[in-house]
């Protein structure tokens, strides 16, 4: 992990097994399916469940910053404490967690590579123990949108031919596959790609392990292939916003790009939205 552009990030297995219990070091287990956790956890592992804690249940948005400030003390973070994350499908999830940690401002955050999967693989213990934490008085210091476009973000972007990677599976990026069936609360009225957009599937950056592919074959499949730069202005998309994240974290910190932000309207906004143009092939 030294070759990538910030190793700190990610934590191994082995570290989260000998350091899960320290003073200031908080494991959060996020997952797509948000059953998994009460089936067996890492030890000491706390549950953040992407759609109920972390969305807000009135309008399409993230918590208000009291309601994040809320679900933190109780789950026994402070500010300074360092957050791990991980979680199922190869840490998707895991990396929308942090995503949204990052957007509300806190600094320690950290991904267990391999997540969910590296660890039961491992045969290493899962609890169904809740652990009983002690509250915290968390406060959040201001929001940072720099990493988040909206859709006249998006619109700035590709009228500028801007760098913009379109992360789903090759059907759902040529329209082929409109509706999937496994998210109907998901769907979208047209099919196809914002304009301009290269498909760069989030799942190419993980082995199969689900851990992190290389520093080098990272760069041969974003800077070499598609001709991304650390110093450009890229923006990633799915849609929910989910699985850019994960793309998001592979480019700005594993790569070490500096401007990179995750569209989390994604496709359910773009795909429905009045008089936004699509491709497709």
Not at 49 to 61: G, M, P, S, V, Y
Not at 76 to 94: C, E, H, M, P, Q
């Amino acid at each position: 992990m030294a070759d990538y552009a910030n190793p700190e990030v990610l934590v191994s297995t082995d570290w989260v097994a000998e350091h899960s219990a320290d003073a200031g070091i908080r494991v959060v287990e996020s997952d797509e399916d948000v059953l998994l956790y009460d089936t067996g956890h890492v030890p000491g592992a706390v549950k953040i469940d992407w759609e109920n804690d972390l969305q807000d249940q009135l309008i399409r948005d993230y918590v208000s910053k009291e309601n994040f400030e809320i679900l933190l003390s109780e789950k026994g973070i402070a500010n300074d404490t360092t957050v791990v994350f991980y979680g199922d499908k190869s840490n998707w999830w895991g990396c929308y967690a942090f995503w949204t940690f990052k957007l509300f401002g806190h600094e320690k955050c950290l991904i267990m590579n391999g997540g969910r999967q590296k660890w039961i693989d491992e045969n290493r213990p899962l609890t169904k123990e809740v652990p009983v934490v002690e509250k915290t008085d968390y406060r959040v210091s201001g929001i940072n949108n720099s990493i988040r476009a909206f859709r006249d973000d998006v619109k700035a972007h590709t009228a500028l031919n801007s760098p913009l990677i379109d992360v789903r599976s090759p059907k759902e990026y040529t329209g082929e596959l409109v509706h999937m069936e496994d998210y109907p609360q998901e769907g979208a009225l047209r099919g196809g790609h914002i304009p301009g957009a290269k498909n760069v599937p989030w799942a190419t950056a993980a082995n199969e392990d689900g851990t992190f592919k290389s520093a080098d074959e990272l760069k041969d499949i974003y800077e070499n292939t598609q001709g991304l730069k650390p110093d450009g202005d890229t923006i990633a998309y799915c849609r929910i916003g989910e699985r850019s994240s994960h793309t998001w974290f592979v480019l700005s910190y594993l790569l070490g790009h500096s401007n990179v932000r995750n569209y989390d309207g994604s496709w359910t906004e773009w795909g429905n939205l009045v008089q936004a143009p699509i491709e497709k092939p």
